[in-house]
């Protein structure tokens, strides 16, 4: 299982872009990228996947290299909502649903 | 959005006692988890379920602990004999479908269990 490290926080004012990076050195070709995002007292909740290259959505953009060993959530212009712990976790191919998460990046935005 | 529901959203119970958490997956989701949070550690496995059956499970998931789908809605964890170190966050999550890696999953807010 692929282990991932990544910034234990980052402090970010409203409005600017918020880059977290995550290694994962022992990532298997059948594993996949994926970012959730926790607020205090709730479940985490699903920000963005990909394999390799580029993916964006609505809420982020995802920049993973083509030797996939990390990965960059792009948070665009944050906002005070943005507050928050960002997990990085890679999801092996096989996996019944079994997340491991770690301690996460906790971003905090101020004004 | 779709949600996971997960009742109730605080049970305090005695050490010894049987605890029922209750969470409602997504209606066309097919496969269902139960993660934990202990205050201030990480989210862990707990098990997963699919068809009735559990697909897997963590170290964490003992005797102590198991898991009913009862009807065509509901997804239950039950601990037989709570103790202290039970005390945790219980998130229920589902997911539509298991996607090789890719599966996204929906989690409710959670179920703050604290035992006396």
């Known amino acids: 299982l692929a282990k991932t490290t990544q910034p234990i926080s980052m402090d970010s004012y409203e409005g600017q872009e918020v880059n977290i990076t995550c290694s994962h050195n022992n990532i298997a070709t059948n594993d996949y990228i994926t970012w959730y995002q926790q607020f205090p007292s709730q479940g985490p909740r699903f920000i963005i996947q990909?394999?390799?290259t580029k993916v964006t959505n609505e809420v982020a953009s995802l920049f993973i290299p083509a030797d996939r060993k990390s990965s960059t959530l792009s948070l665009p212009r944050v906002s005070l909502s943005d507050t928050a712990v960002y997990y990085c976790l890679v999801v092996q191919g096989d996996s019944w649903g079994k997340l491991q998460f770690g301690a996460g990046t906790q971003v905090v935005v101020t004004p | 959005e779709p949600e996971v529901t997960q009742t109730p959203s605080h049970q305090v119970t005695q050490m010894g006692q049987e605890v029922i958490l209750r969470c409602v997956p997504i209606s066309n989701h097919l496969y269902f988890y139960w993660y934990r949070q202990i205050l201030g550690q990480k989210v862990e496995f707990l098990v997963s379920?699919?068809?009735?059956?559990?697909?897997?499970k963590s170290e964490i998931f003992d005797d102590q602990f198991s898991v009913e789908r009862p009807d065509g809605s509901n997804f239950t964890l039950k601990i037989r004999s709570t103790k202290l170190e039970d005390s945790a966050m219980y998130f229920c999550?589902?997911?539509?479908?298991?996607?090789?890696?890719?599966?996204?999953?929906?989690f409710g807010s959670g179920t703050q269990l604290s035992v006396l």
């Open positions: 999550a589902s997911s539509r479908s298991r996607g090789q890696g890719r599966e996204k999953l929906f």
């Open positions: 379920f699919y068809n009735n059956e559990i697909s897997e």
């Open positions: 990909g394999y390799k």
